[in-house]
């Protein structure tokens, strides 16, 4: 009896994935996060500046809001598409702050804005169908196309024109299987604001296909720097019945933990994502839900206190882009917005760095500045730009000062003056 094998193990059993798994790249960000977060448990003092999280904790109102929701029993199933108390503050929130109007059955909560915008893609594109999306892009948008067997389309930008799309290049890439374009105004991960006349440009060529759609990723538009001004693309004249707009609560309200987004557009495509959310996890967290109300409660585009964290973060932007500038060899296309900067490192490929190797690459570059400067970026490959290298600053100005001089100094040996 011992040695009777089951005919499962007998015969062997199929591993294999669907081919959609196999098609999928790992998130580059999440795993240079963990691997930096393991050399820390491991006593490493390694700087992360790989995540996009904001340092800052969830304001106190936001957090009582939460804290209450608990106290009171709010802790039961909400309906799929959220509560309407929150869809209707979102409503309102639109309306006054972007420009565009839609009724609470428009809109749809997930368990944040990356579930929306996945939810977005797998709504509106049939296999093969075209997904247009301006490189660099976050790292999520291609793997997301590929989930729903789209295929993204890469149209490249140049640090020259700080990262904008050109609207020729997209009119000359439009075919009859273009279903989405896909923008994200502030941008992940250049920080670049797409001024609202490009946008109208951008809407004058989509209003002359009418199968393409636009997925707008609006998620950063509070995290914005004057005289930058945030357009939502719905907005625009011809663009209401065309856009799928998508926000959140993680990075302007500091609720990454939350787990709270939400996706606004014409009923007939939100009312697809909530369908596939029905089968996927229904509706977002009851207790996130009474937060993000307290959230949309602080005022106009997130009232004072907003306001001060954008001011600490534009200090660090300017802090950092002086302090880059200053060192040989890169490009910078100074953010307009969001918490990134993403600079151009190529001057340093090809160098030989002594006890690590040659550098040939964005990734051979981080993984210099990880064993060398301890630390943590993520290389411009992973959002489809090689010759970049993004830099988040979500830290404080005090660590921001120090991972800038460790970077110095670990570049130090492969300037040109040391090589001489």
């Known amino acids: 009896m011992e040695k009777k094998q089951s005919s499962a193990v007998a015969m062997g059993v199929d591993d294999s994935l669907s081919p959609r798994v196999d098609a999928v790249k790992p998130s580059r960000t999440v795993a240079i996060s963990d691997q930096a977060n393991a050399l820390v ?31 009171e029993g709010h802790t039961r199933y909400t309906p799929n598409a959220g509560t309407l108390q929150l869809r209707q503050a979102i409503s309102h929130k639109l309306k006054e702050e972007n420009g565009i109007t839609y009724a609470p059955d428009h809109i749809v ?10 939810q977005a893609v797998l709504a509106v594109c049939s296999p093969g169908d075209e997904v247009i999306i301006p490189a660099p892009y ?22 020259d024109n700080n990262f904008l799309l050109d609207p020729k290049l997209l009119q000359s890439k439009i075919t009859q299987r273009s279903r989405l374009l896909i923008l994200c105004s502030p941008s992940n991960p250049t920080g670049s604001v797409y001024p609202k006349k490009l946008l109208q440009d951008i809407a004058h060529i989509v209003a002359n296909h009418p199968r393409l759609l636009i997925l707008s990723d609006e998620i950063y538009e509070h995290i914005i720097y004057a005289p930058a001004t945030h357009t939502s693309f719905a907005s625009l004249p011809g663009m209401w019945d065309r856009t799928l707009t998508v926000n959140g609560f993680s990075k302007a309200f500091a609720m990454t933990g939350w787990r709270l987004g939400y996706i606004a557009g014409p009923k007939h495509f939100v009312a697809a994502c909530g369908k596939i959310q029905s089968q996927f996890t229904t509706g977002p967290n009851s207790i996130a839900q009474k937060a993000g109300v307290a959230a949309l409660g602080l005022g106009y585009a997130g009232g004072e206190i907003v306001a001060n964290m954008v001011k600490a973060f534009r200090e660090r932007r300017d802090f950092l882009v002086k302090s880059f500038r200053e060192m040989e060899g890169l490009k910078i296309s100074e953010p307009q917005g969001a918490f990134y ?18 550098i040939d690459d964005s990734e051979s570059l981080c993984r210099y500045l990880l064993d060398k400067g ?3 970026l993520v290389p411009g490959s992973a959002f489809g730009d090689d010759t970049c290298v993004r830099i988040s600053y979500a830290e404080s100005l005090t660590i921001l000062q120090e991972a800038v001089e460790r970077i110095k100094k670990a570049l130090a040996p492969l300037s040109s003056a040391a090589l001489r």
């Open 41 to 71: 448990q491991a006593g490493v003092p390694v700087i992360r500046l790989a995540a996009g999280e904001p340092d800052f904790d969830t304001p106190a109102p936001i957090a009582e809001a939460g804290i209450n929701a608990i106290r």
């Open 109 to 118: 909560l997930s368990n944040g804005a990356k579930q929306s915008l996945a």
């Open 138 to 159: 976050w790292v999520s948008y291609p793997e997301m196309a590929r989930l729903a067997d789209a295929v993204p389309v890469i149209l490249p930008t140049s640090i």
């Open 341 to 358: 900067l993403f600079i151009d490192f190529s001057y340093y490929y090809g160098k030989e760095a002594e006890g690590f190797g040659r």
């Open 374 to 376: 301890q630390v943590a």
